[in-house]
C-alpha cells in the first residue's frame, strides 16, 4: 500500500492499472473480432495518461483483497478468452494480437520491472 513504487503508486496501484488494462482486453477484443473498431482514447478521455488517471482515481479506495480479486477473476475471464480465440488471431500479427498485446503482455514486464526495484530499494533500506 505504500506510495512511490512508480511516481505515486503503490503496488496495490500498479496492480489495479494492470487488472483495468485487462479489462478494456476483455472489452474490445470480442469487438474485434466481429470487425469493430474500438473507441480511441484520445476522443473518449483526453488520452491515454487521462484514462490511467481516472480509472487511478475510481480505484484509489480499493483494498488490497479487492485488488487481487478482481485481478484474478479478470485474469482468469482474459485466459479463457484467448483459449477460445480463433487460433489465425493469434499466430499471426492481427489486430487481436496488437491489441492483446499492448493490454496485457508488453504491459506486464515495465510494471514488474518497478515493482522488483522498489522491493530492493527496500531491503537496502
Do not use: C
Not at 488520452?47 to 480505484?59: C, H
Amino acid at each position: 500500500m505504500e506510495p512511490g513504487v512508480t511516481g505515486h503508486w503503490s503496488v496495490r496501484d500498479i496492480l489495479a492499472h494492470v487488472t483495468t488494462w485487462e479489462e478494456e482486453a476483455l472489452k474490445h477484443l470480442p469487438a474485434i473480432l466481429n470487425g469493430e473498431k474500438p473507441p480511441r482514447y484520445s476522443a473518449m478521455y483526453g488520452g491515454i495518461a487521462a484514462f490511467n488517471a481516472q480509472m487511478t482515481e475510481e480505484r484509489k479506495n480499493f483494498s488490497l483483497s479487492q485488488v487481487q480479486q478482481r485481478l484474478n477473476d479478470t485474469h482468469s475471464q482474459l485466459i479463457e478468452l484467448i483459449e477460445k480465440a480463433p487460433e489465425d488471431q493469434l499466430h499471426t500479427e492481427t489486430r487481436f494480437r496488437h491489441r492483446l498485446r499492448l493490454d496485457t503482455y508488453s504491459h506486464y514486464p515495465k510494471h514488474a520491472a518497478a515493482i522488483r526495484k522498489w522491493r530492493e530499494r527496500q531491503a537496502a533500506e
